[in-house]
């Protein structure tokens, strides 16, 4: 099942991730793999939910988001 997610994310641009927070409620994640709270994730709308990179600290991952993925905040 997935639901719309009503969370927080960072968005990887062309110059690096903006640090912006936004309402994501369109992203198709499953609820099994949505962050713990007090914790994010980078993910990658074109690879499937099983493949996806495991969650971890938001200050270390908001730095390491690539152009095209999305970090989202548990």
């Known amino acids: 099942m997935t ?9 990887g641009g062309m110059d690096g991730p903006q640090h912006r927070r936004q309402s994501h409620e369109h ?3 499953p609820n099994g793999h ?3 709270p007090g914790e994010c994730r980078i993910w990658y709308p074109d690879r499937p939910a099983g493949q996806q990179p495991p969650p971890g600290n ?3 991952l908001k730095r390491k988001v ?3 993925a999305t970090l989202v905040y548990g």
């Open 66 to 68: 690539p152009r095209g």
């Open 34 to 36: 949505l962050p713990p």
């Open 58 to 60: 938001c200050r270390d």
């Open 27 to 29: 992203a198709d994640i």
């Open 3 to 11: 639901t719309g997610l009503m969370g927080c994310v960072a968005h």
